[in-house]
């Protein structure tokens, strides 16, 4: 089954929440003030180069609030928007399964214990952070309310997770994606186009690397290059190329047709706090280049999946990566 519309040649994240739930979902996005091992030393130290100051959780909420008041804030205006919505708590700023089983137990079921309107839980981290035992008890959860796992992949070249200071391997996602499945998690990836030095050939290689893994979303991020971040200041000191709009959507609409054709796409778009945004300019209109996007996959007749013959013949191969 497909969740294309006439609109949108892909399988859209709305379409598949009314197939599921039969009514309209609204993520409201927490901050549970976790932290990442590529910040505090078991990993490395500063994070990933491009990662903002609050974690990628900028529209998260405020971690000196408790969860139950981060949440109740949100939900009051999104109820007002969608009175009969159904509510999915984001776990969103930094690795939100990195800690303790005990710990983690606590968090998540207090997360699912602040509304009824709550039908599952998505959390944000890294590869490197689930473990058999974190993996297990998500299973169990998962039977109570749909968990669902973000995993922050960015790109399949070595060459640039080492430039980034991502400081996990592509073997730690297969690795990581294997635990989950076996649980029944689903998983999201996050990957981002525009990274430095990267080819359209490079992002459609990590597409084709994503073809071969038991996921069932993506997320497409723009490469945003933000205030007090050492990304920024690279590139203050030593502007690169950036991608302009017209670049970005021609190399997601290309990654959508090699896309597998039963992935969900969760977002096309990033957006970043506006006040520390130094580049690209165009990501501050998010509706302009979600709307550029589908109005080339429509003129171009394009669709998701349609190479299908390309992505089967792709150079990864999964039993190396084990």
Not at 88 to 107: G, P
């Amino acid at each position: 089954m497909n969740y294309f519309t006439k609109d949108k040649p892909y399988n859209t994240l709305t379409e598949y929440y009314k197939a599921l739930y039969g009514k309209k979902i609204a993520k409201i996005s927490l901050n549970a003030n976790f932290t990442c091992p590529n910040k505090d030393g078991k990993k490395g130290y500063g994070g990933c180069i491009f990662c903002s100051k609050l974690g990628s959780g900028d529209f998260a909420g405020d971690k000196n609030k408790p969860l139950k008041e981060q949440y109740q804030d949100v939900k009051e205006v999104m109820i007002k928007k969608w009175p009969n919505a159904g509510f999915i708590a984001y776990l969103q700023a930094n690795s939100n399964t990195y800690s303790n089983l005990d710990e983690l137990k606590r968090i998540y079921e207090e997360v699912l214990s602040i509304d009824k309107d709550i039908i599952g839980l998505d959390i944000a981290t890294r590869a490197d952070c689930i473990t058999k035992e974190i993996a297990a008890y998500l299973g169990k959860l998962n039977k109570r309310k749909k968990i669902t796992v973000e995993l922050g992949l960015q790109s399949a070249s070595d060459e640039t997770k080492r430039f980034i200071n991502q400081l996990e391997c592509n073997s730690e996602f297969t690795k990581a994606i294997s635990l989950l499945r076996k649980e029944n998690i689903e998983i999201v990836l996050h990957i981002i186009n525009g990274l430095p030095n990267e080819t359209k050939e490079d992002m459609i290689n990590t597409i084709k690397f994503i073809n071969t893994l038991d996921i069932q979303g993506i997320k497409f991020h723009s490469l945003l290059i933000l205030e007090h971040t050492k990304l920024g200041q690279l590139y203050k000191e030593k502007p690169f190329k950036i991608l302009s709009l017209e670049e970005y959507v021609d190399i997601v609409t290309t990654q959508i047709t090699y896309l597998r054709d039963d992935i969900i796409i969760h977002r096309l778009a990033a957006d970043g706090v506006y006040s520390d945004l130094i580049e690209p300019k165009w990501t501050r209109k998010k509706m302009v280049v979600m709307n550029e996007i589908d109005k080339k996959l429509r003129k171009e007749h394009l669709y998701q999946g349609m190479k299908k013959e390309q992505w089967h013949h792709c150079s990864f191969n999964l039993a190396i990566l084990h």
